[in-house]
């Protein structure tokens, strides 16, 4: 069982910046990957950035350059930081987890619930 948590989502005017963070509890040996995701309104889930668990990093072409992923394995926590931000980056956040519970038992996906982030002036 494994639980994620966001957090630091809010309104920001454009060209401002904002960090999430994705805290997860539970019991689990270690995440194998983590993601953050993005939803819209009217619009389809997308992926907006991951991080494997040798910190190797993707992004959307729409983000790339502007956010960044990272994690603290230590904390269980990943976060999202975002700079230079647009209207078009308004949508729910939500974090996910592909977390191994052992080479035996594998690995299963968890998500967040979500954070609202509002870019406008």
């Known amino acids: 069982q494994v639980q994620l948590v966001e957090s630091g989502g809010g309104l920001v005017q454009p060209g401002g910046s904002l960090r999430l963070s994705c805290a997860a509890s539970?019991?689990?040996?270690?995440?194998?990957?983590m993601a953050w995701y993005r939803q819209a309104p009217g619009k389809q889930r997308e992926l907006v950035a991951t991080?494997?668990?040798?910190?190797?990093?993707n992004y959307a072409d729409s983000v790339k350059g502007r956010f960044t992923i990272s994690r603290d394995n230590a904390k269980n926590t990943a976060y999202l930081q975002m700079i230079s931000l647009k209207p078009e980056d308004t949508a729910v956040y939500y974090c996910?987890?592909?977390?191994?519970?052992?080479?035996?038992?594998?690995?299963?996906?968890?998500w967040g619930q979500g954070t609202q982030v509002t870019v406008s002036s």
């Open positions: 996910y987890a592909l977390v191994s519970h052992g080479v035996l038992a594998g690995s299963m996906s968890y």
């Open positions: 539970g019991s689990f040996s270690s995440f194998n990957t």
């Open positions: 991080i494997s668990s040798g910190d190797r990093t």
